[in-house]
């Protein structure tokens, strides 16, 4: 099973608003990442897990906040956010660092009204 | 910083093959990678080989690796309407940094 799990699927969020965004991987991978992807784009490396640790953290702003609460299960909380914010959000986790294959979710389609 | 660079469009013809092309600056890579991005869809892993190998087939799609140009070429036999997508090269290093390409996007004519 090398199936990585994203919800919601779609978010619509005004500026003032508090959500999260969950990711889930059953593949027993030690690593997971938080990727931001404009249309036509390649995905932007926001934030690394690394054994439930944040070990990369891309200069990315506050508003964003990421939390891995077991080696299964990865969030991104937002608050705050811009329009320039909308974008798909793409969850990734590989079998340890960022030397080996990645495996991505479907994405959450984000816009920031 | 790396460089991974890709051609922005491709377009064929239903039944004939797509090459796939991307080419990268880093010298210390050790595996490299191509994805396929349907529109709306996350990324999916197609095939990856490793810095030592020339070439590595798998089914329809053929990866060659010429480490000396630094040159990743990923060839589709047969394309199918369904193969049309954006396809992102990708690679790893020594430096335990991964890279992305700008990604090609296939149009396949039928």
């Known amino acids: 099973d090398t199936e990585v799990t994203q919800t919601p699927k779609h978010l619509v969020m005004g500026m003032t608003n508090k959500k999260s965004l969950k990711c889930e991987q059953h593949?027993?991978?030690?690593?997971m990442y938080w990727y931001k992807q404009k249309a036509k784009k390649p995905p932007e490396l926001m934030f690394v897990?690394?054994?439930?640790?944040?070990?990369i953290n891309e200069s990315v702003p506050s508003r964003f906040s990421p939390e891995c609460p077991n080696s299964s299960l990865l969030n991104l909380h937002l608050h705050a956010l811009q329009p320039e914010d909308s974008a798909l959000y793409l969850c990734a986790s590989s079998p340890q660092g960022l030397s080996y294959e990645q495996y991505f979710g479907p994405g959450t389609r984000l816009t920031v009204t | 910083g790396e460089d991974v660079e890709q051609s922005l469009f491709l377009s064929v013809r239903e039944g004939d093959s797509s090459v796939i092309n991307c080419t990268y600056t880093d010298s210390s890579s050790t595996y490299l990678y191509w994805y396929k991005q349907e529109p709306g869809a996350g990324l999916q892993l197609l095939t990856y080989?490793?810095?030592?190998?020339d070439m590595k087939q798998d089914q329809r799609l053929t990866v060659l690796l010429n480490k000396k140009d630094k040159h990743l070429s990923l060839r589709i036999a047969d394309t199918q309407t369904g193969d049309s997508a954006i396809y992102f090269c990708?690679?790893?290093?020594?430096?335990?940094?991964?890279?992305f390409g700008t990604g090609t996007s296939l149009t396949v004519i039928p």
């Open positions: 990708a690679e790893t290093d020594t430096g335990n940094q991964f890279y």
């Open positions: 593949m027993g991978h030690r690593a």
């Open positions: 897990y690394s054994y439930e640790k944040l070990s």
């Open positions: 080989i490793f810095s030592n190998m």
